[in-house]
C-alpha cells in the first residue's frame, strides 16, 4: 500500500524560501510518477511540478524559474524546493504518486491514485 506523507510547509514572508519534502512507504519512488500539486480554498487542485520515472521534469508557469522538483531514491523522497515565495503561492501542498506517465503531460489530479494528506504554505506580504 502506497503511502505519502508531507511535511516541511510554514509561514514566510514574500521573497523567502521552503523545502517541502514527501516520505513514501510500500513503494519505491523511482518506479513511480511523481508530483507536487497545490489548493486554495475556493480554487481547483493545480499541478505545480511532476517528475517522471524517467527524470523528466514539467512545471507549471507560475513557478517556472522558482520552484525545483527532485527525489531521492535512496531516501524514498519527494521533495520541492521553493524560492522566492509569492503570497499567490499560499495553498495547502499535496504530493501525489501513479504508476502510469498520463500526468506527466497533463498534469491533472485525476491521473494520480496516491495522494498525502497535505502541507500548508502561507506566505505574507
Known amino acids: 500500500q502506497v503511502q505519502l506523507v508531507e511535511s516541511g510547509g510554514g509561514s514566510v514572508q514574500a521573497g523567502g524560501s521552503l523545502r517541502l519534502s514527501c516520505a513514501s512507504s510500500g513503494y519505491t519512488v523511482n518506479t513511480y510518477l511523481m508530483a507536487w500539486f497545490r489548493q486554495s480554498p475556493g480554487k481547483e487542485r493545480e499541478g505545480v511540478a511532476v517528475n517522471s520515472r524517467f527524470g523528466r521534469l514539467r512545471y507549471a508557469d507560475s513557478v517556472k524559474g522558482r520552484f525545483t522538483i527532485s527525489r531521492d531514491n535512496a531516501k524514498n523522497t519527494l521533495y520541492l524546493q521553493m524560492n522566492n515565495l509569492k503570497p499567490e503561492d499560499s495553498a495547502m501542498y499535496y504530493c501525489?504518486?501513479?504508476?502510469?506517465?498520463?500526468?506527466?503531460?497533463?498534469?491533472?489530479?485525476?491521473?494520480?491514485?496516491?495522494w498525502g494528506q497535505g502541507t500548508q504554505v502561507t506566505v505574507s506580504s
Open positions: 501525489a504518486a501513479d504508476r502510469s506517465e498520463n500526468g506527466y503531460y497533463n498534469l491533472s489530479p485525476r491521473d494520480f491514485s496516491s
